[in-house]
């Protein structure tokens, strides 16, 4: 086992530094510099600035002493706002994010997993088909879609939530409702099926046979085995919510990571956008990463030998 998750670990590491990698030569081909729209800065000035951020260097020199400080921890200091350290500016704006982006997965796994239960106890019934019918909905609208008509319609036109911000609880509802609608949707619906098959095993009739009560079954048995398609999702589902926080961010007015990543974009604020990234990047497989730890004590029958899974 501690063999198979050191490998798991050093394909983690791969991975992060493919992305940096990439990220860094795909912004640096995109035309313009940090200081283009400086009208007021004079050519002179420009070169200081240039030689100051190590932009008069060959690109691939640029990149070895990036890849350098990174492995040193150091993200930079940002090239738009003045004296902000990328690093210290990520750890400021991902506070609300964080507690946005938990509330969304909290209530994604809650509902989804009710949802996707109610879609397999009650299959092919009204509760079934309501549940599925809101599953494709949820898939088939974009979240920035839903952000918007919930915002029209239960904050602007009825008055029931502020427009923007995090001001208060309530503040949350919106925001948390668009940004989880597609993950609920996904989640409803692998609940369904794997529990559906679930139900029709064997030793699900062998535990009725036994006279075991169903809340005995449902919790020891059903649950437990038909769990395991949404913990693998987990990864998948972490992903979603934070990358389309950049959107809801931005739709509702809350100042976190993704409104900064998309500012630093438009500003070609190349440490930050690297800074960000990386962040961005080291969460998500870190999150893939403690899934993979999560299935052999949901499963027991998991066994990981010998660096694979068995």
């Not at 100051?52 to 200091?77: A, E, S």
Request: glycine letters at 8%; hydrophobic letters at 55%; zero cysteines.
């Amino acid at each position: 086992m501690v063999r198979y998750f050191a490998n798991k670990f050093f394909y983690l590491l791969v991975s992060l530094f493919i992305l940096i990698t990439a990220t860094f030569f795909l912004m640096k081909a995109i035309p313009g510099n940090p200081f283009l729209s400086e009208k007021a800065v004079s050519p002179e000035i420009r070169e200081k600035l240039f030689h100051q951020y190590g932009l008069d260097k060959p690109v691939f020199v640029q990149y070895i002493d990036y890849l350098g400080k990174v492995i040193r921890g150091d993200l930079g200091i940002s090239m738009k706002i003045i004296n902000q350290d990328v690093t210290d500016r990520i750890l400021q704006t991902f506070s609300a994010s964080l507690r946005l982006g938990l509330v969304a997965i909290v209530a994604s796994v809650i509902i989804g997993v009710l949802l996707g239960m109610l879609a397999a106890l009650y299959h092919r019934k009204l509760i079934d088909n309501i549940a599925m019918v809101l599953a494709v909905l949820g898939i088939a609208v974009p979240s920035f879609v839903i952000a918007a008509l919930l915002q029209f319609f239960l904050a602007f036109k009825l008055h029931l939530f502020n427009v923007a911000g995090l001001q208060s609880p309530l503040d949350f509802v919106l925001p948390v409702a668009a940004l989880s609608a597609q993950p609920i949707a996904f989640i409803a619906r692998l609940t369904r099926s794997s529990m559906l098959e679930v139900l029709n095993a064997d030793y699900i009739k062998t535990a009725k046979a036994k006279g075991l009560n169903w809340v005995t079954i449902m919790f020891r048995h059903v649950i437990r085995n038909g769990i395991l398609p949404v913990v693998t999702y987990l990864g998948t589902m972490t992903a979603n919510i934070v990358t389309g926080s950049v959107v809801i961010e931005q739709v509702f007015g809350i100042g976190g990571i993704g409104k900064q990543f998309v500012q630093s974009i438009g500003d070609r604020d190349y440490p930050m956008i690297m800074g960000i990234t990386i962040f961005y990047g080291a969460l998500l497989m870190f999150t893939r990463f403690i899934t993979d730890l999560l299935y052999p004590f949901i499963d027991p029958r998991i066994k990981l030998v010998k660096g694979k899974e068995g």
